[in-house]
């Protein structure tokens, strides 16, 4: 992973059995989520060795990959042979059950057929208007600190929102009565699933840890399972992702879902749909505050774009440099910092032969940073998105919704959301970060930051 900036890469190596790779005692850490310096030796990992590596102890067949060419081939050219049949999704299913993101086969085929409706361009549109409202009733509660100099967590403010947003959009209900307890209990959930090893001791095992995380995952479920058990007493009509799933029969058989598989569905889009977006965000202002000429660009943008009012699905395509200042956040910040998988059949990737019931890991934050596709690449550069300089790019050089059949199924409302989001703040307040404040990103499930982003408004 050593380069010059030019998209050249060394060459690769003939079929051999096994990658080089650290250590046993200087592998990367049982427990990224406690490692203050594990995205730090996860580069280093690909400087040292290479862009295939072993990443596991003798035994244990796991690999990392950070070139384009073998991202393209994890997640699209030959996806067949690639599933989520490992530990990591394991853990992932304790919380989320079977949903979209961890399911596999025919099960996944159908709940994502299920769900795409909900998901086309013309849906997608049709919640700009839910995002707008959120938005303003956030300006409108921030309206009391901007001038104040009082400093806030903006971590959570962003996740409240996002969540508002993604509980009235897809489900059709309030989230203003849960927030207070939905959102630690995520938190707590993300962190105990990465947290978790396949030396971990059985979630039945009342160690401190497990009571936590299994008192997190009740809370979620009471509070999906009393949503889902409120609308089958409803008799209004509703018109959502909630409806579409109730309303769902099998082909075959005719029969519905049960409530537990449109719980793992409703939880698997509440968490996924607001904290990836919410998490991008976040980073897109603290990276905006350390950069004011991207900021003033931005706001230039958004002023002549939104003089007319609130936004609408439309206006974001207006605003492209707003566009291109998420794009590069989620280069820098991806939501998703690494994705598992766990190969079927043999294969070779990189040179290297792939036995059967390998796991291959996938790192947006690593090739997000390649040398080879990206100059510069710890610099925050908006222009990197520009249209011309997408087209000259390997395609999977850049991959934070993944990619592939498996591609997030909601990335387009998540975009349109950052967007519309990013400028209505933008347009109303100037976001500064709290000097002194350590920012640092933390590997859960997501990349959230460590501390939080502690920030003081100013008026504009």
């Known amino acids: 992973m050593s380069g010059n900036g030019v998209s050249s890469a060394p060459a690769r190596p003939g079929r051999v059995q096994r990658p080089p790779g650290p250590g046993l005692f200087e592998e990367l850490p049982r427990s990224p989520a406690n490692d203050r310096r594990f995205f730090e030796k996860l580069l280093e990992i690909h400087r040292r060795f290479g862009e295939v590596t ?20 994890v997640l699209l050219d030959n996806a067949r042979n690639y599933d989520k049949g490992c530990f990591e999704y394991a853990s992932l299913r304790l919380v989320l059950g079977g949903g979209l993101v961890t399911s596999d086969g025919e099960h996944w085929r159908r709940q ?4 795409a409706p909900a998901f086309t361009p013309r849906s997608v549109a049709g919640f700009a208007e839910a995002m707008v409202a959120a938005t303003e009733e956030l300006l409108e509660r921030w309206q009391p600190r901007a001038g104040s100099g009082r400093a806030f967590d903006l971590v959570p403010e962003m996740m409240g929102v996002a969540l508002r947003i993604v509980g009235d ?54 509070i999906v399972d009393a949503i889902v058990a409120e609308r089958r007493r409803s008799t209004a009509e509703h018109v959502d992702l909630l ?9 075959e058989t005719g029969e519905g879902m049960s409530d537990v598989q449109i719980r793992d569905e409703v939880l698997t889009l509440l968490v996924a749909g607001h904290e990836t977006t919410a998490t991008a965000l976040s980073w897109t202002f603290f990276l905006l505050s350390r950069h004011p000429d991207v900021r003033r660009r931005l706001e230039e943008e958004v002023d002549g774009v939104l003089a007319g009012g609130p936004p609408g699905a439309e206006d974001a395509k207006r605003l492209p440099w707003t566009r291109q200042v998420i794009d590069e956040s989620m280069r820098l910040f991806p939501p998703v910092w690494g994705i598992a998988r766990a190969a079927k059949e043999g294969d070779v990737l990189g040179g290297y032969e ?54 997030c199924i909601g990335n387009n409302l998540a975009l349109l ?8 703040v933008s347009r109303r307040y100037r976001v500064d970060l709290v000097p002194g404040h350590p920012v640092e990103p933390q590997a859960v499930i997501t990349t959230r930051p460590r501390h939080g982003i502690q920030v003081t408004l100013a008026k504009r």
Not at 112 to 115: D, N, T
Not at 197 to 219: C, E, K, M, W, Y
Not at 377 to 389: Q, S, T, V, W, Y
Request: proline letters at 12%; aromatic letters at 10%.
């Open 354 to 407: 792939v036995p059967p019931g390998s796991v291959v890991y996938l790192s947006p934050y690593a090739t997000h940073r390649h040398p080879d596709f990206w100059s510069n690449p710890e610099g925050f550069d908006p222009e990197r998105f520009a249209p011309e300089a997408v087209a000259a790019r390997h395609r999977f050089a850049y991959f934070p919704f993944a990619g592939g059949p498996r591609v």
């Open 243 to 251: 409806a579409m799933l109730m309303a769902a029969r099998d082909e």
């Open 54 to 73: 072993w990443v596991g102890p003798p035994g244990l067949r796991r690999y990392g990959v950070a070139h384009p060419d073998d991202v393209q081939h």
């Open 417 to 424: 959301e950052a967007v519309l989001i990013l400028a209505m």
């Open 169 to 222: 959009a897809l489900f059709g209900f309030d989230t203003a009565g849960i927030r207070e307890r939905i959102a630690p209990a995520i938190a707590r959930c993300l962190y105990c699933t990465m947290a978790r090893t396949p030396l971990s001791p059985p979630l039945g095992v009342p160690t401190p840890g497990n009571v936590r995380f299994r008192n997190a995952i009740r809370t979620l479920h009471e």
């Open 112 to 115: 994502r057929k299920l769900a």
